[in-house]
């Protein structure tokens, strides 16, 4: 597997990582009396010096679908609304899965889910406290439709969306600047319920034909919805694969769906970590190739923007004589 | 060593079926000669032996050559503290980077999170990790790690090159492939939900009408849940939620009717306890206490039930909609 992460990170280069610097002092310091733990709420400093620029009219309601399941829409959810967020847009998330829900697993909210929309719906709770505000986030927030073992009525679960996110754009906090729609897999009613109130679509797929053919489909009937604005996201790219011609490239995929991109994350190990800890990727630092893709994706979409150049893999690069010492 | 080119010479005279070889600016060239004996002429006999007499003073002059140069042998013996030397540099050396490869290797290995765990626990803080500062960038696509060429062409990352490739996809592609859609996919936005056996209404797009079968697990087409009311639930944003403030009136409702009931039921005369009353006509005080202990006493009797209704009543809410849904 192709090590992405940067070899000059410091966290390799740290003392306690790196047998031949490890040294202990010869006296050891006097620490003070362990203070009563308490939890503080942890707020990494921005990594970037200057934030994006916010395009188009808010809230911009984005609904990330692809067809095929298991290409990528939740983690891309989780990703770039954290990344969102960490640039200080209000973001609230809605895990629109009726019976399957995973977002707030990628979040680590799995356990502050209490109430659902199917609740706010019923009339056992308001909206606000059905929102589950994120403690490392303060501008991130998340709703989930149902839980499990629960269904939403059909006739008006388009609806049921619509006035949900009408009901955020009228809050006392103030409408948020991003509404993302986690969609679920499929184009039956779960898909036709989450894409009711969006008005930008992402459009997530990976390099393989089966799931080319079910995202021209779901670019399809979006288009026939209504929804016009449609970028993709090409998931789980495997440069190495691509120079091989075991892979269809990007541009390959571009040319066979016809649809602007928004970003191109490689495949990466760390997103099932990522997965396993409740922590988003694009927090991790220094950040992955996938984390830095996805902080990238969510520039591009906050400035309306696509990309212009893909990267291809060439010829791997000679190492000197001394390359052996380095490592 | 003369011993082993004479045997040299004399294979390749026997085995292959080689010209006499030249001798071309001091150096033997062997070339392969035609098998078809036919072709040879007087000339090529003359070449022969001229050549042969030249093969003969190649090998002499090689022979004196390699006699000169002294044995392998013997200069190793007369620098054998220098060799030894050299020898164990080479072996440290090999041996230094054998050991940072695995120690390379065993840190790949090991799993990254439990630092990351550190600071989502608390116990570090994330801008301090590690003695170097951390990486600040610009924005995301300005890493100092991503080392692009001055002619913007390739890329570097992580000791891969990259060749940037434009996107090649135009305004005219876009249009065509949205047609090519918009004629493959037709499709209307379904409005009306039928069980099987109901009947299309008349001034409904058929197109828009999804039948559901009735065993469907995620599906209802009888929403128990009033719009309306849904609607209000959603933009509500002070107070106690309907359903809750609802049940609550109810109970409170249902508690009231019950001590109605009970105040209507002792209005009643009831001849087992008319005596008593009379009695109390002739002492009002004992009577009346006795009336109030025994109301109270009811009172308390009565009230218990009550107040365990209303728990499995909220249990069974909360199981229904479960059981229902299954």
Redesign the interface.
């Known amino acids: 597997m192709l090590s992405l992460k940067p070899p000059f990170s410091p966290h390799s280069l740290s003392p306690s990582n790196n047998p031949f610097f490890s040294f202990k002092p010869l006296l050891k310091p006097y620490f003070s009396p362990p203070q009563k733990p308490h939890f503080t709420s942890i707020k990494s400093l921005l990594q970037y010096n200057r934030k994006p620029e916010l395009a188009g009219t808010t809230p911009r309601v984005v609904v990330i679908t692809s067809g095929k399941g298991g290409v990528g829409k939740t983690t891309t959810t989780a990703n770039i609304g954290i990344s969102l967020a960490r640039h200080g847009f209000s973001v609230v998330a809605i895990d629109a899965d009726v019976g399957l829900r995973n977002l707030d697993l990628l979040l680590g909210l799995e356990n502050r889910v209490n109430y659902t929309a199917l609740e706010v719906l019923n009339g056992d709770c308001r909206l606000d406290q059905a929102l589950v505000r994120d403690k490392r986030w303060s501008h991130f927030e998340l709703l989930c439709i149902s839980k499990p073992r629960s269904k939403l009525p059909l006739g008006f679960g388009g609806k049921a969306l619509i006035w949900l996110v009408d009901a955020l754009k009228h809050r006392n906090e103030g409408s948020p600047d991003f509404i993302i729609i986690d969609c679920p897999a499929g184009i039956d009613a779960g898909f036709i319920t989450a894409i009711t109130p969006a008005n930008e679509a992402i459009l997530v797929t990976t390099p393989d034909i089966t799931a080319l053919r079910d995202a021209d489909r779901v670019t399809g009937l979006l288009e026939c919805d209504g929804i016009k604005d449609i970028k993709m996201i090409v998931n789980r790219v495997r440069t190495d694969m691509i120079q091989g011609e075991d892979m269809m490239s990007v541009l390959d995929v571009q040319e066979m769906l016809g649809l602007a991109l928004l970003g191109v994350i490689p495949d990466d190990t760390e997103v099932i970590r990522s997965t396993n800890r409740g922590y988003p990727l694009v927090l991790n630092k220094p950040p992955t190739l996938a984390g830095l893709a996805f902080e990238q994706a969510a520039w591009r979409l906050v400035e309306q923007d696509s990309m212009t150049a893909v990267m291809v893999e060439e010829e791997p690069k000679k190492r000197g004589f001394f390359s052996f010492f380095g490592g | 060593m003369s011993n082993f080119i004479v045997l040299i010479e004399i294979e390749l005279l026997a085995i292959c079926p080689l010209n006499r070889p030249s001798n071309h600016g001091g150096k033997l060239v062997l070339t392969a000669s035609t098998t078809d004996s036919t072709v040879s002429t007087q000339s090529d006999s003359g070449r022969s032996e001229r050549n042969a007499f030249n093969l003969g003073k190649s090998f002499q002059k090689l022979q004196q050559a390699v006699a000169s140069l002294p044995p392998v042998v013997v200069v190793i013996n007369k620098h054998s503290g220098a060799n030894l030397i050299l020898g164990f540099f080479i072996a440290t050396t090999c041996l ?2 054998a050991v ?2 695995y ?2 290797r065993q ?2 290995d090991t ?3 439990s ?3 550190l ?2 626990r ?1 116990q570090l ?3 301090r ?13 300005n ?1 100092p ?1 991503v080392k692009v060429s001055n002619s913007n062409t ?16 135009t305004e005219e ?2 249009a ?3 047609k090519r ?2 004629r ?7 409005k009306v ?1 039928l069980k099987e056996g109901d009947a299309i209404p008349p001034d409904v797009d058929p197109d828009t009408v ?1 039948w ?1 079968p009735a065993n469907h ?9 009033d ?1 309306d ?3 209000n ?7 106690v ?4 403030q ?1 049940e609550h009136e109810a109970l409170q409702k249902k508690l009231e009717a019950l001590q109605g009931e009970q105040k209507f039921n002792k209005l009643v005369i009831d001849p087992v306890n008319a005596k008593d009353f009379e009695r109390a006509f002739r002492t009002q005080s004992k009577s009346h206490d006795r009336a109030e202990s025994g109301t109270q006493n009811g009172q308390l009797n009565e009230s218990k039930p009550p107040k365990s209704d209303p728990l499995p009543e909220n249990s069974d809410s909360n199981a229904a ?2 059981k229902d ?2």
């Open positions: 230094i980077i940072r490869i120690v390379a840190l790949r799993s990254p999170g630092v990351a765990d600071v989502r608390g803080r994330s801008d990790r590690g003695i170097s500062k951390p990486l600040k960038y610009e924005d995301p696509f890493n790690l390739s890329v570097e990352m992580c000791g891969t090159v990259y060749r940037l490739a434009p996107v090649t996809l592609q876009r065509i492939h949205q859609r918009s493959a996919y037709q499709w209307k936005r379904p939900f999804r559901i697990p995620f599906a209802t087409t009888v929403s128990d849940i719009e009311l849904a609607q639930n959603v933009y509500q944003k002070h107070g939620p309907f359903r809750i609802a909609s479960p849904e299954v």
